[in-house]
């Protein structure tokens, strides 16, 4: 399938404005057309984190499905989890378009998206008619005119209580003014201990415990990092995604498309995203669960991040250029590697190149 994509598909797809291509796929997924994939599953691919049971460690990232319009769909194409979002509790267009930007000679993607999505209500009521078991996670954020971010957040929380397998707090988009200020020490701290406390209320009502992560960018100085670390181990956070779009335009071959404002996905991310997680997990320590995001675009960049780190992977940009059949192509990947590496379970190669990343400079 990757294989036709690459040469028919993408081609015609590519035709399209980006975010008219995105709409097209989400259409396609809604309607069937996308055939499903057949995985073998294999036993040591398995693997419980943050109290949740996945059964391959590759999830589709937040931003794609924004609306929680195609989960299952989604589940479907082989992913062990998938994640919605963002969303914001009032329904919000999001900056002017064109805000989608394809780096083609560098297979990445700029986005000034700013949480388009149609509010809390909409997804919650689709979310809330699902019937099936996979780990479906939901990425909260606030609005871009919201007076009090912070209640946005809680609010997040107390509405898909319900249905949430995992929340994640989105605090480090871009393309939302002043929304990644939210990673400073205090502000940090006062949000987890809202969205924490919030969280512990609605569990206490509901008699579960969902599990709640928080999105890191990949801009963060060492000092930044320090900050970060200390109040997700103070405040007992669930994990960490580490991380989301950069700023950063280093290294890109695409010298006209790199003047668009806005965040960078793809592969140009993988180092910059690899080398944060890495860092991270040394300062965290090995209990804490982190999903490790940024350019995964096979099953051996997908194992360089569970190496540097990572429990489970997450992908998203790089499905625009190797077609919805990368995460079955990923997790066949994934047991060929493991058969090479002659380990019993994934989670035998977390960190073992730990030292190699955390090490490097970006």
Known sequence: MIGAFR????????????????????????????????INPDPRLRQTVAGLDFANPIGMA????????????????????????????????????????????????INRLGFNNEGHEAAFQRLKAIRGSGIIGVNIGANKDSTDRIADYVAGIRRFYSVARYFTANISSPNTPG?????????????????????????????KRIPVFLKIAPDLTEEGMDDIAAEVLSHALDGLIISNTTLSRDGLK????????????????????????AKMRRRVGA????????????????????????????????????????????????????????????????????????????
């Open 7 to 38: 040469h028919i598909g993408r081609r015609g797809f590519f035709l399209l404005e980006p975010e008219t291509a995105h709409g097209v796929s989400i259409a396609a997924l809604k309607s069937g057309l996308v055939p499903a994939c057949r």
């Open 254 to 277: 695409d010298q006209r498309q790199a003047k668009e404002a806005g965040g960078l996905s793809g592969k140009p991310v993988f180092e910059k995203s690899t080398v944060v997680l």
């Open 62 to 109: 937040a931003g794609y499905d924004k609306n929680a319009e195609v989960p299952e769909a989604l589940l479907k194409l082989g992913f062990g989890f998938t994640e919605i979002g963002t969303v914001t509790p009032k329904a919000q267009s999001g900056n002017p378009r064109p805000r989608i930007f394809r780096l083609v000679e560098d297979e990445g993607v």
């Open 179 to 207: 929304l990644r200020d939210l990673q400073a020490r205090e502000s940090l701290s006062a949000l987890l201990s809202a969205v924490l406390a919030a969280r512990d209320e609605e569990a206490a009502k509901a008699g």
């Open 287 to 362: 209990a804490l669960p982190i999903i490790g995001v940024g350019g995964v675009s096979s099953a051996e960049t997908a194992l360089e991040k569970i190496k540097a780190g990572a429990d489970l992977v997450q992908l998203y940009s790089c499905m625009a250029y190797e077609g919805p059949g990368l995460p079955g192509q990923i997790i066949a990947g994934l047991s060929k590697l493991l058969d090479r590496e002659r380990a019993g379970s994934i989670r035998d190669l977390r960190d073992t190149r730990l030292d190699y990343w955390a090490n490097r400079n970006v």
